[in-house]
């Protein structure tokens, strides 16, 4: 079963950037089907993209379009959201999922699914 450990995530001001990064260990992360999630303040969780294992992603969140981009790096077994011009409504904890749920990246490739990173805080804020 994978483990996901998540870096990356911090204060920045309103227009920067985050890359946050959701790093495997136990399985190869190009196994599994990722996804990213935001929880903001007092709100429950909101898909935001995932990353198929074929490496095509699909958006969720329109707010983000063009904004934030998913990607993998395959030798270093890690996953990342890149996000751009970042606004202070989209401060929050962002996690990952491999074996994700989401469609259309779902694969059953891995037999594993719904691993959780732990979570990482982005604030954005002058």
């Known amino acids: 079963q994978v483990q996901l450990a998540q870096s990356g995530g911090g204060l920045v001001q309103p227009g920067g950037s985050l890359r946050v990064s959701c790093a495997a260990s136990?399985?190869?992360?190009?196994?599994?089907?990722v996804g990213w999630f935001r929880q903001a303040p007092g709100k429950g969780y909101e898909a935001i993209q995932c990353?198929?294992?074929?490496?095509?992603?699909?958006t969720f969140a329109g707010f983000v379009k063009g904004r934030f981009t998913v990607s993998r790096d395959t030798a270093k077994n890690t996953v990342y959201l890149q996000m751009n011009s970042l606004k202070a409504e989209e401060k929050g904890v962002y996690y990952c999922?491999?074996?994700?749920?989401?469609?259309?990246?779902?694969?059953?490739?891995?037999?594993?699914?719904?691993?959780w990173g732990q979570g990482t805080q982005v604030t954005v804020s002058s």
């Open positions: 990353i198929a294992t074929d490496g095509t992603y699909t």
């Open positions: 136990g399985s190869p992360l190009d196994k599994y089907a």
């Open positions: 999922e491999a074996g994700t749920l989401l469609l259309p990246c779902w694969s059953d490739y891995s037999g594993d699914f719904s691993n």
